[in-house]
């Protein structure tokens, strides 16, 4: 008997439907500045090195759970940098960064075809791919500004936003984690942006003002990837209802999903200190403020974008278009419909490229 392709189960991976905008960007007589993809470029912080090079001697394998210092270093740092109290390291769990968890977290949580997953109109693939592959039913929407009326197994909500930079306030937090509540859905808030709220601050979902006093039935996902430059460890965790921590514990020592221990001992320092992304977020307040001025002074619209690395732009016309408009001039962005239907006429705009490629950009721009 045949059996159908996994891949069947997954959309069209969308950045192969880039490959001719690409090369028309990189066949400018300066090259391509890729704004498409949020890759940090910028030297990975010596603390996190340091604590890597020496943990490197590690000959045992590494618990799937962590060492209880280094889930400390991420109860701490959610308390003093987003106020989120009354946390204990058992309610913290290590990720291979933020993006395997939140794909493989619906199978992990044995949902299937009889399970509603909601997410996001415009979001980030990876939340349709990891409901698709545990094969449950997928609704897009706000559950609150929305008024949807399902009856989900999981929801989604991503804060500040990939792909357009929304912060969702407290306020709308709260009624959505009461929404779920009154339905008995686990609330997942992707908070991987939390570091870079530019015109309104973040608000974490395990905050008191937000949950009311109980982290049960609500998950946070972060990832040291964006704050840390670390994207190339691998290094994020999830935080949030005890006895869902230690259902994904016990399924995930099972299936093998585990940090290196050079990584988690990097992960714990990288998550301890706060002086480097100071630094980091100087570095991408000014090539936002470029970019931003810049798209402006081009006759682009700038929505939302309050928190992030991108900026979510218009000119009124499909995103196409104006992605094909861009690659004349050797830039390349991502299109908003990679991100739902909602984003027709919309690109998303990275600025995480280098200062010499975001000023090349500018320049760019500024010549249309």
């Not at 590690?58 to 740092?77: C, N």
């Not at 804060?159 to 969702?168: F, K, Q, R």
Request: aromatic share 6%; with cysteine; glycine share 8%.
């Amino acid at each position: 008997m045949d059996r159908p392709r996994l891949s069947s189960r997954f959309p069209d991976f969308p950045w192969d439907t880039l490959a001719d905008a690409k090369q028309r960007a990189h066949a400018h007589p300066d090259g391509i500045v890729d704004l498409s993809i949020g890759t940090p470029v910028d030297p990975t912080p010596s603390v996190a090195r340091e604590a890597l090079a020496a943990a490197s001697d590690a000959p045992g394998y590494p618990t799937v759970a962590a060492p209880e210092a280094v889930r400390q270093a991420a109860v701490d740092w959610l308390e003093r940098r987003l106020g989120v109290t009354g946390l204990t390291t058992d309610q913290v769990l290590l990720t291979v960064g933020s993006k395997e968890l939140i794909a493989n977290l619906p199978s992990q949580l044995a949902l299937g075809p009889a399970d509603t997953v909601v997410l996001p109109a415009l979001a980030y693939p990876t939340y349709e791919v990891g409901a698709r592959f545990a094969g449950a039913r997928v609704v897009l929407g706000d559950p609150v500004a929305d008024g949807l009326t399902d009856q989900p197994a999981l929801v989604y909500v991503n804060s500040p936003a990939n792909p357009h930079g929304e912060v969702l306030s407290a306020e709308h937090l709260r009624a959505v984690v009461r929404w779920c509540r009154e339905r008995g859905a686990l609330l997942v808030s992707d908070e991987c942006y939390a570091d870079f709220g530019w015109e309104r601050e973040p608000v974490s979902v395990l905050h008191p003002d937000v949950c009311e006093g109980s982290h049960d039935g609500l998950l946070a996902v972060h990832s040291t990837s964006k704050r840390s430059n670390l994207a190339g460890y691998r290094a994020g965790f999830v935080a949030g209802d005890a006895a869902v921590v230690a259902e994904l514990l016990a399924v995930r020592k099972h299936l093998g999903f585990m940090l290196p221990t050079p990584v988690q001992q990097a992960f714990a320092a990288a998550i301890a200190d706060d002086e480097h992304v100071v630094l980091q977020r100087r570095r991408y307040a000014e090539r936002r403020d470029a970019l931003r001025r810049a798209l402006e002074s081009a006759g682009f619209t700038i929505t939302h974008s309050e928190g992030a690395l991108y900026l979510w732009a218009t000119r009124g016309e499909g995103c196409r278009d104006t992605v094909a408009w861009l690659a004349e001039r050797g830039i390349l962005v991502a299109p908003g419909d990679f991100y739902g239907e909602r984003g027709a006429q919309h690109v998303r705009v990275a600025f995480t490229a280098t200062d010499e490629r975001v000023a090349a950009a500018v320049a760019r721009l500024a010549a249309s």
